[in-house]
């Protein structure tokens, strides 16, 4: 606003004036109103703005649909208070003099053509939103450094191979050796480092984690585009959609990997067969909501191509959405894997990931001298899952336009 | 309505068909391993007899044709590896009611203590409680059940001494598996009622009340709260799906004789036409609960009208 040139301050007094004069009561109003409506919006976008389960995202379109038409109309009205704001505050600074004041400004051709223009930047807005939240800040840093760390890990001097069964000096099995300075976090039953078991297994679980993300997203929003661009495929989208849903991912992943053989590979896809449905359906209602919104309409008929509609119209409201689902894509791939693991039918054990070293922790419930070997890794499992949750609300509350306000 | 049910019916069946059809095909793909209980120890004859004898030698679609005019007799085949040449609705019956039992217990808990605590949180909003019931949802959401279902476990016995094995008959043995299978929904609820209470007081009626001076107890008991609770139902079918998941880890973790246990074993011990029988069977379950929650939200909130064209459902 400070960009309108104080020509634009003058032009504006006298209307002011008057403004001010006629709307005392009414501005106050408009105040406490926009003031409540914040404080819903607030509301809708606390921590638990999750909208994973698959019901759950009905209820959360609905207020979003609601909520923004008043969301727009607010920015408007909030628009124009501002300018109202400044030229009273113009007016209060005295920067000009009484004589200045009541002449006329005149007719300057630049003043006439300048257009208001607001510096907002989306992605600009959306960090600044994102790093006022201490405490997803901080898990970002948390998780940058276990990400860099599973990877340079290896590269360390004085690390063991993973899969390294590993011997004393004179040769017997170094068989449940408690933490020590050289095995940090001790080794398992038939002598493998955990400390170096650990990074491996969290290095998998990530990369699964992430390609199941990265499917997701992918296929989702293909899909999604397509049901809710296509008109004609609606329908038949729609119906596919209401059998799909009903099935239980459990146990598709259940089934897939029972038959298919164990492995990385068999894993991603089957825990990407079912999550991209929610994600399409996300990406379509969306689209639906927006597509034929007006400014939309205005900005097809002064001409921007489909491409740029798409990315600066659409996409701003679809990213948070995107960003929500792909971070809790994360800690549920790690946490189906370790279920699936959980029921005999996860990786083999050379391949060590999160899971399979919580199950084979599991085995030595019984004897509390071993837990370390299950505490380890669930202190990461934890850790990591915990992050990213955490991060991922915190992000779609941040990429969310409504909250740059 | 009448009209919607219907459609919402003939739906759940046609999945149902759809999901049997696919589990049977894809099962087939297994190898033959998994219908003889000896593998090993037959001849080449006695397996192509074995396989003779089952049918497994007909065309895959004859295969799944017989097996729906099966089904609808009741039968769901019979067991190969896991107990030899038994139905497997004998072996499911005597398996249903335990967990039947744990789950609905599990549940009915999980309401008991999760709505209370999202209304605590509401009411807090922003103070301890919100901040402590916050740190323990994302706690539940976040990390895989598995972990934490182990640290009931070992705490639970440690601490207070309650047995690592279910026994039928000793109710204390019944504590910690039902509250495992309960925690999950207990967040999920808590999460759900507070979040709908925050919404829900800050609409004009609230205000209304609070200026005619009426008590916050009743404005939160009398109007908040009963509003804020007919959405919940809609959450009602994931629960289901969360408790049977929730069912297949409590199950083998305490060596219940109940569904989700069996999964575990008759998966470990590559019994196909079991496990063909138990998804099918949980894909029921899971289905029937969808469509529930979906009858019970139509027929309990009058604003939502399921006739409409084209919404996403």
Partial sequence: ?405 | MVKYLLKRFARSILTLVIIISVVFILLRLMPIEGYFQNYEKLTNEQIQAGIHNMGLDKPVLIQLKDFFIQLLHGDLGTSRIYRANVPITEILASKIPISLQLGGIALVISLIIGLPLGSLMARSKGKFWDKFGTAFIVFVQAVPAAVYFLFIQIFGNEWFGFSMLFSKDNYSTWIMPILSMAIGNTAYYAMWIRRYMVDESNKDYVKLAKAKGVSDNKIMMKHVFRNAFVPMIQYLPTSFLNSIVGSIYVESLYSIPGMGGLLVDVVKRQDNTMVQAIVIVFACVGILGLMLGDLLMALIDPRISLNKKGGAR
């Fill in chain 1, 1 to 405: 606003m400070a960009k309108f040139g104080s020509c634009r301050v003058k032009l504006e007094e006298s209307v002011t004036e008057i403004l001010r004069a006629q709307s005392g009561p009414q501005n106050d109003r408009r105040e406490g109103k926009s003031g409540r409506r914040d404080e819903i919006l607030r509301a809708q976008g606390s921590p638990q703005n999750d909208n994973r389960g698959g019901k759950s995202g009905r209820q959360d379109e609905i207020l979003r649909a609601q909520g923004s038409p008043q969301n727009d109309s607010r920015g408007g009205k909030s628009g124009r208070r501002d300018e109202i704001l400044e030229g009273e505050s113009g007016l209060q600074n005295g920067n000009l003099s009484e004589k200045e004041l009541f002449e006329f400004a005149g007719y300057d051709e630049a003043c006439a053509e300048k257009i208001g223009y607001s510096n907002y930047s989306y992605w600009g807005s959306t960090l600044r939103a994102f790093l006022k939240n201490k405490v997803a800040v901080a898990l970002m840093v948390v998780i940058f450094t276990i990400l860099l760390f599973t990877f340079i890990q290896p590269y360390l001097p004085g690390q063991f191979e993973p899969n390294l069964v590993n011997n004393d000096a004179s040769g017997k099995l170094l068989r449940n050796v408690k933490p020590n300075s050289e095995h940090w976090f001790g080794t398992n039953s038939i002598g493998q480092d955990l400390w170096s078991r650990v990074w491996s297994g969290t290095r998998t679980s990530l990369l699964m984690g992430v390609c199941v993300a990265i499917i997701e997203a992918v296929v989702g929003i293909i899909v999604g585009v397509l049901w809710g661009y296509v008109r004609k495929l609606d329908f038949i989208f729609t119906e596919l959609y209401n059998i799909l849903d009903n099935i239980p991912s459990t146990l598709v992943l259940v089934l897939f990997s029972y038959i298919m053989k164990p492995s990385v590979t068999s894993l991603i896809i089957g825990m990407s067969l079912t999550r991209w449905i929610g994600m399409s359906r996300f990406i379509r209602n969306q689209i639906i909501i927006i597509r034929d919104r007006d400014y939309n309409l205005a900005s097809k008929c002064l001409g921007s191509p489909t491409g740029r509609i798409i990315f600066k119209n659409l996409l701003p409201y679809l990213v948070s959405v995107i960003m929500l689902r792909m971070a809790m894509a994360i800690p549920e791939a790690i946490g189906s894997e370790v279920f699936v693991t959980y029921i005999g039918l996860g990786l083999p054990i050379e391949i060590p990931s999160l899971g399979n070293l919580i199950t084979s922790g599991r085995d030595l419930l019984m004897n509390p001298g071993l837990r370390y070997q299950l505490i380890f890794p669930t202190i990461v499992v934890s850790i990591v899952t915990i992050s990213f949750y955490i991060i991922g609300n915190a992000f779609a509350d941040a990429a969310d336009p409504k909250n740059h306000v």
